[in-house]
């Protein structure tokens, strides 16, 4: 569970961002407001880069508590996006503010988790290796990613519900088809 001084740092930094872009707030900026010290702030994060993807991964991890398995991770990841909705003046501060690289390694980090969770229970009674496991859970991570990025890019005025629901309609069976795939890999050898 978050320390009290982390979520008031979050508060903060959510509420700064509606005055100022990330780039202009300061560390003196956030502290000030949470009445903290300075070496309060860092004992908790490196920079602001690292509280913006504490929050971004807090916020997303909140949104899919309990929803990370094969009959639900549609719903979790319908709520990953209103959550995003929710925030959208935090989110788009930090859009044009951080590198497109930054804001991918958030949602990597938070979808992995949920793609990785439902992998793992359709393997249940699978000998799939880890690695193999790791791949397709990595392959629907960059597809849940660079969705949800461009929705973000284009200021997320498509229904999200939409988007998750075709989503759904594209990847319905197919983790459990990959994983069959690749079972049957196993032991073929290639064609030559």
């Known amino acids: 569970m978050p320390n009290t001084t982390k979520l008031a ?38 920079d ?26 549609q719903e979790g990841m319908g709520q990953v996006f209103e959550a995003v909705l929710e925030n959208k003046p935090f989110i788009l501060n930090i859009y044009r503010c951080v590198s497109r690289e ?20 359709k393997c249940l009674e699978s000998g799939l290796a880890k690695e193999d496991k790791a791949f397709i859970a990595e392959f629907y991570k960059y597809a849940f990613v660079g969705i949800m990025l461009d929705w973000i890019g284009g200021g997320m005025k498509e229904d999200y519900r ?8 594209t990847l319905y069976g197919n983790i459990a088809n990959s994983i069959h795939n690749f079972e049957q890999a196993k032991g073929c050898k290639p064609v030559s």
Request: net charge neutral.
């Open 102 to 121: 930054k804001i991918e390694n958030y949602l990597y980090k938070l979808t992995f988790g949920l793609v990785a969770q439902v992998v793992e229970e």
């Open 162 to 169: 939409e988007i998750v629901r075709k989503m759904g309609v």
């Open 48 to 73: 602001i880069y690292d509280l913006a993807e504490w929050v971004c991964v807090e916020d997303g991890t909140r949104a899919l508590a309990g929803k990370k398995t094969y009959d639900t991770w």
């Open 9 to 46: 740092l979050e508060a903060s930094l959510k509420k700064l961002l509606l005055q100022k872009p990330l780039d202009k707030i300061t560390i003196n900026d956030l502290a000030m407001d949470c009445g903290i010290s300075r070496m309060a702030f860092y004992y908790h994060f490196k």
